[in-house]
């Protein structure tokens, strides 16, 4: 059977050619099991995730109240995950199923030729994750400052940058400017993760700081009221980021080792098997943010039972 070329640097690409390298053999039926599961998965999240993050948008577009820098930056990140919802789940579960009907050949091009179009979400995802790392590094840092620098327009351009960089990085290149723009939009993303971790761990500093003040009773009943409401945003970006690790890493992790796992191993096999269940978890991970801004937010909650009663 003829199949595209897969060297594409994507754990998509690499997903297919793992796939390949079982089904031409004996595990027919396990990878028929591992597919059912995954695809059962993301038709069944798809729904929701559509509903939750509509609703986050809908909430904080109509509603004053929440209107905050915070919450207009989690509204933005909810279009991305809403177009996981509406694009990448069903496009991904199609692919599966032209897999169980044998259909190799289409699903190895689809991957190939869809590969960077599917990760503009993820990477999209991962630069919204350190705009909101610098939101709250500047509300916890500069707290008296913060209104004149952090300001909803600049939020939206930040926003438009990002999505501006995953989609030139999606387009298709040749030669010369392909060499130019894939070391870019790596230096990039490592960027964005470096601003992650470079504002947490400035923001812990700073929030022990304020906490021994608060100790001492050296701040107003005011500044303490507004510290403690930054700690609470604060600890909700901090699950967000532990939530997204949690349905990124394994799939990214083994998507890196992707070379290794060709070998004709037990543990390359499983592996292989699971690959369409781990890029699920990352899937499901744009219907676990919206969960999460609803846990957290009592407010957010209420209007979501509002709009869901209109």
Same mark, same amino acid.
């Given at each position: 059977?003829?199949v595209?070329?897969?060297?594409?640097?994507? !754990? %998509?690409?690499? =997903?297919?050619?793992?796939?390949?390298?079982?089904?031409? @053999?004996? &595990?027919?039926l396990?990878?028929?099991i *591992?597919?059912?599961?995954?695809?059962?998965?993301?038709?069944?999240?798809?729904?929701?995730?559509?509903?939750?993050?509509?609703?986050?948008?809908?909430?904080?577009k109509?509603?004053?109240?929440?209107?905050?820098?915070?919450n207009?930056?989690?509204?933005?990140?909810?279009?991305?995950?809403?177009?996981?919802?509406?694009?990448?789940?069903?496009i991904?579960?199609?692919a599966?199923?032209?897999v169980?009907?044998?259909?190799?050949?289409?699903?190895?091009?689809?991957?190939?030729?869809?590969?960077k179009?599917?990760?503009? !979400? %993820?990477?999209? =995802?991962?630069?919204?994750?350190?705009?909101?790392?610098? @939101?709250? &590094?500047?509300?916890?840092?500069?707290? *008296?400052?913060?209104?004149?620098?952090?300001?909803?327009?600049?939020?939206?351009?930040?926003?438009?940058?990002?999505?501006?960089?995953?989609?030139?990085?999606?387009?298709?290149?040749?030669?010369?400017?392909?060499?130019?723009?894939?070391?870019?939009?790596?230096?990039?993303?490592?960027l964005?993760?470096?601003?992650?971790?470079?504002?947490?761990?400035?923001?812990?500093?700073?929030?022990?700081?304020?906490?021994?003040?608060i100790?001492?009773?050296?701040?107003s009943?005011?500044?303490?009221?507004?510290?403690?409401e930054e700690?609470?945003?604060?600890?909700?970006?901090?699950?967000?980021i532990?939530?997204?690790?949690?349905?990124?890493?394994?799939f990214?992790?083994?998507?890196?080792?992707r070379?290794?796992?060709?070998?004709?191993?037990?543990?390359?096999?499983?592996?292989?098997?699971?690959?369409?269940?781990?890029?699920?978890?990352?899937?499901?991970?744009?219907l676990?943010n919206?969960?999460?801004?609803?846990f957290?937010?009592?407010?957010?909650?209420?209007?979501?039972?509002e709009l869901?009663?209109?």
């Amino acid at each position: 059977m003829t199949v595209a070329n897969s060297s594409s640097a994507s !754990p %998509f690409t690499s =997903s297919c050619v793992l796939t390949l390298s079982i089904l031409t @053999e004996d &595990y027919l039926l396990e990878t028929s099991i *591992f597919f059912l599961m995954a695809i059962t998965l993301n038709i069944a999240s798809c729904p929701f995730t559509i509903l939750m993050n509509v609703l986050v948008i809908v909430a904080v577009k109509t509603r004053r109240q929440l209107q905050t820098n915070y919450n207009v930056l989690l509204a933005c990140w909810a279009v991305t995950d809403l177009l996981v919802g509406v694009f990448v789940q069903p496009i991904f579960a199609v692919a599966l199923i032209t897999v169980l009907k044998g259909s190799l050949t289409y699903y190895c091009q689809f991957f190939v030729t869809f590969s960077k179009l599917l990760f503009i !979400p %993820f990477a999209a =995802s991962l630069f919204h994750l350190a705009l909101l790392s610098a @939101e709250r &590094y500047a509300a916890m840092k500069f707290p *008296f400052r913060y209104p004149d620098f952090v300001t909803t327009f600049r939020i939206k351009i930040a926003v438009s940058f990002s999505w501006l960089a995953c989609i030139v990085n999606a387009l298709p290149y040749t030669g010369v400017i392909a060499t130019v723009v894939g070391p870019i939009y790596f230096t990039f993303r490592v960027l964005s993760v470096a601003t992650i971790v470079y504002f947490h761990i400035s923001v812990y500093i700073v929030t022990r700081r304020h906490e021994k003040q608060i100790q001492a009773e050296q701040v107003s009943p005011e500044a303490l009221a507004k510290f403690l409401e930054e700690k609470r945003a604060l600890k909700t970006t901090t699950i967000i980021i532990g939530v997204f690790l949690l349905c990124y890493l394994p799939f990214v992790v083994i998507g890196t080792v992707r070379g290794d796992l060709l070998k004709k191993s037990l543990v390359s096999v499983t592996l292989s098997l699971l690959q369409p269940l781990l890029l699920s978890s990352s899937l499901i991970n744009s219907l676990c943010n919206p969960l999460v801004y609803c846990f957290r937010n009592k407010e957010l909650r209420k209007v979501f039972i509002e709009l869901l009663q209109d």
